[in-house]
T-cell receptor
Framework: GEDVEQSLFLSVREGDSSVINCTYT??????LYWYKQEPGAGLQLLTY?????DMKQDQRLTVLLNKKDKHLSLRIADTQTGDSAIYFC?????????????FGAGTQVVVTP | GAVVSQHPSRVICKSGTSVKIECRSL??????MFWYRQFPKQSLMLMAT?????????EQGVEKDKFLINHASLTLSTLTVTSAHPEDSSFYIC????????????FGQGTRLTVV
């Protein structure tokens, strides 16, 4: 199937902003998601954006979508040590079922004091 | 928000035995459930889609006789790993959604399977 790509690692200082990038290749994607996974745990939904939107903000999180370039980003403001985790972007193409997601490889975010 | 409970969270089994993992939607009816597999430090790979009352649809490369999926009710789907081998050791995660309109997928907490 089509690939979702992410950079694998990001190191950021506590208090700075983190920006995690993702590219996807299927222009028919309808919803795009960001999930957080801490070690040994399941997935925590952070936010999602509908493909006809350019931006969505939710407290410290800002999602930007450039549909022309098929580029999605997640900005975390005032990054805290508790934000250290792996972040996955995912797309829902809704080809036959809602909720059938194609995931990127995940970006490991390490927050240093 | 909607809650999906997965059980057990960890299981160790002997090679050659079968193990069943349950995925329950606690406060909603899930018409569709998905099973994913995650290898260490890798992404989630979709294994199969199960719709209540019908046969599961498996992704290419996933052995349906190895990974038996049953979705007998709107709140429960089970994944049985049959004749498990060490290479089946992995993190298995389910998710559930409601069809009939947009629905986000709600994920369980995952099951760590170790086959010894």
């Amino acid at each position: 199937g089509e690939d979702v790509e992410q950079s694998l690692f990001l190191s950021v200082r506590e208090g700075d902003s983190s920006v995690i990038n993702c590219t996807y290749t299927d222009s028919s994607s309808t919803y795009l998601y960001w999930y957080k996974q801490e070690p040994g745990a399941g997935l925590q939904l952070l936010t999602y954006i509908f493909s006809n939107m350019d931006m969505k903000q939710d407290q410290r999180l800002t999602v930007l979508l450039n549909k022309k370039d098929k580029h999605l980003s997640l900005r975390i403001a005032d990054t805290q040590t508790g934000d250290s985790a792996i972040y996955f972007c995912a797309e829902d193409r809704a080809t036959d079922s809602w909720g059938k997601l194609q995931f990127g490889a995940g970006t490991q975010v390490v927050v240093t004091p | 928000g909607a809650v999906v409970s997965q059980h057990p969270s960890r299981v160790i089994c002997k090679s050659g035995t079968s193990v069943k993992i349950e995925c329950r939607s606690l406060d909603f009816q899930a018409t569709t459930m998905f099973w994913y597999r995650q290898f260490p430090k890798q992404s989630l790979m979709l294994m199969a889609t199960s719709n209540e009352g019908s046969k599961a649809t498996y992704e290419q490369g996933v052995e349906k006789d190895k990974f038996l999926i049953n979705h007998a009710s709107l709140t429960l789907s089970t994944l049985t790993v049959t004749s498990a081998h060490p290479e089946d050791s992995s993190f298995y995660i389910c998710s559930a959604s409601i069809q009939g309109g947009f629905s986000e997928a709600f994920f369980g907490q995952g099951t760590r399977l170790t086959v010894v």
